[in-house]
């Protein structure tokens, strides 16, 4: 029998954030989705890099076996390409990604799965999860010192254990299913199962018959709930040819659907998809030589004008005439390292000659050696906040991340947890099945920090790296 997905895929960058780091991706015989993490670190590159390189593999014939190597191999080569990415762009170091996607191999249905979005399959009316969390809490529950419901509404159910980053070894988990006509897939970003309750999630996945309204619907009950963090759904229903056939043109949404700086574009049309795997056989890049006008110039704009900003600036103070320019200077805020410890600064991290155009206003006992090299990296060079609410924000959620890290070295265990955003907190949301939400006391919104308490079930907030599956 043949058969194929019948597909959908919404996202939409919530009520707060102002970037979408999610990518989805929703084709006849491929669904993808990859949850970008990193903030000013590049989640959308992260993201749409991972699902840029899957896209070649929809409509495709594989057997079960071939269909997983050739899964894994792509997974693994777009996963070095981050590597690369971050270390030719320093901007881009701590990028990361989670990823689920499911590709149809004849009769069966290859899922690989890192990190902590999910996956959902319906079948005879009853929705079943197929993927398990990569992350603390889920290590928890599965020590079974916390339970789902409580994990839930863990103030650090945001620290994943598995992600990709572009580090060698970052290996997602990998099983086959039997592809069975009339099963509805959902996989979803923690934008979704974070801010709507279950219940609501099942009773729209069973009762809403076309994909597009399944995942418009999914979507909207997520900015209901106050959607702090992006949302992206992809839907794929499996169906035999002979009865319905599916649109062939994919929909990619999120951070994978703009055109930008790092990334491909991502081949829709069948004759595009045909090129773009003639190059890549033949080790050619249609993008090598290629610039993108919407990218290009303005990243070269705006680098010139940082430049000449600064040099103004310079000029400026030697002359004599800089009070402008120093006041302004000195209304900027950043979090960075002062004397070993994370540390809120007013100004900007430039020195002008003999001039720092910087000082530390609030030094915190956080000390840097207690963070995990993701956050390392970004506080050398100084992550460049709004306002101080904001920094202030990133200087709790980084007390989380060291508490994390010490539990885990006291464990004997290595501490690479990355956390999944650097974001303002909001009050996070209670699922339920009305789509409104109310602050829960003890807990965390994405990235933000602890209203109070300690996490339930746990001797202190912490996080540890579980070995590959």
Known sequence: MAIAFNFAARSDVGMVRSNNEDSGYAGPHLLAMADGMGGHAGGDVASSTILGALVGLDGESFSGVDATQALLRRITSANAELGQLAHDDPDLDGMGTTLIAILRARDKLVLAHI??????????????????DHSFVQSLVDEGRLTPEEASTHPQRSLVTRVLTGADGEEPDVVVRQAIVGDRYLICSDGLTDYVARDTIDEVLTTERKPADCAERLVQLALRSGAPDNVTVVIGDVVDLTKLVPSDSPQIVGAAAAVRRHTRPIPLTPAAKAAALSDEASGRSRDEDVELAEEGSHSRTATLLRILGIGLVAAILLVGG???????????????????????????????GPITLSEAETTSGIAIDDLPDFYRAQLDRGITMEDRADAAALVGNLEVQAQACRYAKSQGLACTTVASTWVTPTPTPTPSSTGSSTPTPGSTPTGGTPTGGTPTGSPSPSATVSPNA
């Open 115 to 132: 990190g902590d979005s999910r996956a959902f399959v319906v079948r005879d009316g009853v929705v079943s999860q197929i993927t398990k």
């Open 322 to 352: 800089g009070y402008a320019a120093w006041a302004w200077s000195q209304a900027q805020v950043y979090v960075g390292v002062n004397d070993g410890r994370v540390a809120v600064f007013k100004g900007v991290d430039q020195t002008l």
